[in-house]
């Protein structure tokens, strides 16, 4: 083969490289999306409207310049589409461009907390890399195109026009080999008409916010007339873990669930307990639980991390400052927390705030949990209810059901407990996330497990440590995430009020919840963001 054949060949090569970069970086958000093959068995618009643009401009400083801003369109719709898959499977819904950015710093840093910041980091600089050489790949392919087009200018009209006329035929009668892509393709063009979109309706719903963030009755209460039926009173909040509607109805882990319930239900019931339950929806699925916890407490519907922080860096009243101005003692007990939590004294408030590191344990960790539930529960008892104390309020997070769920703790005898080094043998005694992540149907098993394993040890607590002056309220947080819920699944938790005072409970007669801590599918179901008014409104003269 003489020198000639060998550049007419790389010049084909070359040719069709091109052809398949351009093909497949115009599909692409498509093929993420679906996640089928068949979303590559399609039309591009984009390609042919990158080819048309290059074709007819003069100037060859311009056609490489347009031809970067194609690739980074390209690059930016698969990157979009990828962040949306990826939101979608943790927290429910797609990627948000306007509010979603902070949540995805949050989920950097769960990166780094579980590989270290080296390794995040270099995923960081790959991925930039990456990035950096589709957009130059994508654009040298369309500037060789651009060569070839312009070589064979006939045969290169002949071919578009028959190629357009095509998508236009196949986007009048709408053909679609996967659902929600269509044959004729534009996905970068969507794209940008999803994310306009999402701009739009962020700035709708900001100002619908802002409206209902600045009337507030409860604020110009009196304190001596907020929560007079709840005097003398230890009110402990609990937000447990991913407890979602998924670990008590229609799944093949929620019969264990309901099982441990029930078995709570009659615990309770023999130490002189009432409850009362049903479902809240929440702001937040999967993850990003302090949406959840804003929400519940400012009774506002706080549903990103943008939202969030412009709340918590004002002055709304929440619930624990409400217990607080009325001369209750107020506290957290963060067990994920490694640090002081500056938006718990500055925004909530509380008066005293635990973390991992400040309430003695000396125990191994559960992957993600620092702090094994039932210990939690007994440092709380041991150093707050069983000390001399005015009326207590407490939030406490109950952090064993958090993801990964595996290795899990199991009881103790409450007396053992110590400083939690008795927990020590235990996480080697379960399987690895890596071991049971290779499969979802374990994922879910192990999901419930920790669920049985956190309200068994809550109503083990409840029953253990007598206490006529408690008063519960125990709620999920969110959904667990799509491995374990389900693709589309709601964002409905279960909540409950526990107390030993039938006057407790009979100020909640009104709204009808069902007896018992296992709500049924007929259960009431609020929006989260109605807790803290109708709440407020039982518990106040």
Not at 216 to 224: E, K, N, T
């Amino acid at each position: 083969m003489n020198d000639r054949s060998i550049r007419t060949v790389g010049r084909n090569l070359a040719t069709a490289f091109s052809v398949v970069v351009l093909f497949v970086a115009s599909l692409a958000p498509g093929l993420i999306d679906s996640g089928s093959a068949l979303a590559l068995v399609r039309v591009p618009l984009e390609a042919m409207i990158a080819l048309l643009v290059l074709a007819i401009l003069p100037w060859r400083a311009a056609r490489r310049v347009i031809a970067v801003l194609f690739g980074v369109l390209f690059v930016s719709a698969t990157v979009g589409a990828a962040l949306d898959r990826a939101f979608t499977v943790t927290v429910g819904q797609p990627f948000n461009v306007v509010t979603g950015w902070p949540e995805l710093v949050d989920g950097y840093g769960v990166v780094r907390d579980s590989l270290g910041s080296f390794a995040a980091g270099a995923i960081l600089v790959l991925l930039g890399l990456v990035t950096l050489a589709s957009i130059l790949l994508i654009a040298w392919s369309l500037l060789h195109l651009d060569r070839i087009v312009r070589l064979h200018r006939r045969a290169a009209a002949i071919g578009t026009a028959a190629i357009t006329a095509s998508w236009v035929v196949l986007a009048l009668v709408a053909v679609q080999l996967v659902p929600g892509e269509p044959v004729a393709a534009s996905d970068a063009i969507s794209s940008v008409e999803s994310r306009v979109a999402q701009a739009n309706a962020a700035a709708r719903d900001q100002a619908a916010f802002d409206r209902q963030r600045a009337i507030d009755p409860y604020s110009v209460v009196p304190a001596s007339q907020l929560l007079t039926g709840l005097k003398g009173k230890d009110v402990i909040l609990v937000f447990v873990e991913s407890y979602g509607q998924v670990a008590v109805q229609n799944t093949s882990f929620s019969p264990g669930v309901d099982q441990v319930l029930r078995q709570g239900n009659a615990q309770l019931a023999a130490s002189g307990y009432s409850e009362r339950s049903a479902f809240l929806t929440s702001s937040t699925y999967g993850g990003i639980s302090w949406l959840a916890h804003s929400t519940l407490q400012t009774g506002l519907w706080i549903d990103s991390q943008q939202t969030y922080d412009k709340v918590t860096s004002g002055n709304r009243l929440t619930l624990s400052d409400a217990f607080r101005n009325a001369g209750w003692r107020t506290m957290s007990d963060v067990p994920s927390d490694t640090r002081p939590w500056a938006i718990g004294s500055k925004f909530y408030h509380f008066g005293t705030e635990l973390n991992s590191l400040n309430v003695g344990y000396q125990g191994p960790k559960f992957s993600y949990a620092r702090v094994p539930d039932q210990y939690t529960l007994a440092y709380f008892q041991q150093h707050e209810l069983s000390q001399p104390h005015k009326p207590l309020m407490a939030e406490i997070d109950l952090v064993s059901s958090h993801n990964p769920w595996t290795p899990l703790p199991h009881l103790v005898p409450w007396t053992s407990i110590g400083d939690g080094s008795v927990f020590d043998p235990q996480p080697a005694q379960g399987q690895s996330p890596a071991v049971v992540w290779q499969d979802p149907t374990q994922v879910q098993k192990v999901y419930g497990e920790s669920i049985q394993y956190t309200m068994g040890a809550l109503f083990s607590f409840l029953t253990t440590f007598d206490d006529p002056n408690l008063v519960m309220v125990v709620l999920g947080d969110h959904q667990p995430a799509a491995v374990v819920s389900g693709t589309g699944s709601n964002h409905d938790v279960p909540i409950s009020i526990i107390s030993k005072d039938t006057g407790v409970i009979d100020r909640i007669s009104g709204w009808n919840w069902q007896p018992g801590m296992l709500p049924s599918p007929s259960a009431p179901i609020w929006r989260m963001d109605a807790f803290r008014n109708r709440f407020l409104s039982a518990y106040s003269r």
